[in-house]
């Protein structure tokens, strides 16, 4: 479920007295904070980009949680996620996978956000019920299907993070993957692979969680 969105009313912007005065919306507000990042955004940045003052803002928005909900809910509402028509619980868990890495590539820094934003996961409440009734269909009780849906949603966020920590680019301009194999020594256990700006080990690591889940599914 998404929390009701903020009432589209137009805002005047700030420019010429002069000449009619454009407006901006809420989609206006959203466009901007996602752009900047969706963990980075201050309001005060959202409001230089769309050409208005931070008070301005504040009309549509009572705080920047209020728009950071905004953005979650934008985002949870453009993607599209598994239907729960599966033709079995191991392709109801990789879509699940699949859909959480798209809207993490998709929109910058919200794996930061699902992992530090309290209630974050309030906006894919629907989702998350239609894949527990899917996965009780397939004999999962519906305290193993949230522990096999946050265990594999943890999993993609978590290595999406430190994906993302690796493609950043640092004050110098460098990658963190740059900055990782030129500190590499030749005695490293882990040593720099290109598979790390991508998806790194998290298809070995949805294999390995859902042989375990063939093997015993727990209760909590």
């Given at each position: 479920m998404t929390p009701t969105s903020p009432a589209r009313r137009p805002v005047r912007r700030?420019?010429?007295?002069?000449?009619p005065k454009p407006s901006f919306t809420v989609d206006d507000v959203v466009d901007a904070a996602l752009e900047i990042g969706i963990a980075r955004f201050t309001l005060a940045q959202v409001a230089k980009r769309i050409g208005v003052s931070t008070s301005a803002v504040y009309r549509l928005f009572?705080?920047?949680d209020d728009l950071v909900h905004a953005c979650l809910a934008r985002g949870a509402a453009s993607m599209e996620w598994p239907n729960g028509n599966s033709e079995s619980w191991q392709e109801v868990l990789r879509e699940w996978?699949?859909?959480s890495w798209e809207a993490c590539e998709r929109y910058p820094g919200l794996d930061e956000v699902l992992f530090t934003f309290p209630g974050a996961f309030r906006h894919v409440q629907g989702v998350a019920r239609s894949l527990i009734e899917s996965l009780r269909g397939f004999g999962f009780t519906e305290p193993?299907?949230?522990?096999a849906l946050d265990f594999i949603g943890d999993t993609v966020i978590s290595t999406h993070l430190s994906i993302s920590a690796l493609r950043n680019q640092?004050?110098?301009?460098r990658t963190g993957f740059e900055q990782v194999v030129a500190d590499a020594r030749e005695d490293d256990a882990f040593k720099p692979q290109e598979s790390w700006i991508g998806r790194g080990f998290l298809d070995a690591k949805l294999d390995f969680i859902i042989a375990g889940l063939e093997e015993r599914r727990p209760e909590v």
């Open positions: 700030i420019g010429r007295k002069t000449g009572d705080s920047r996978a699949e859909s193993q299907a949230l522990f640092g004050e110098d301009g």
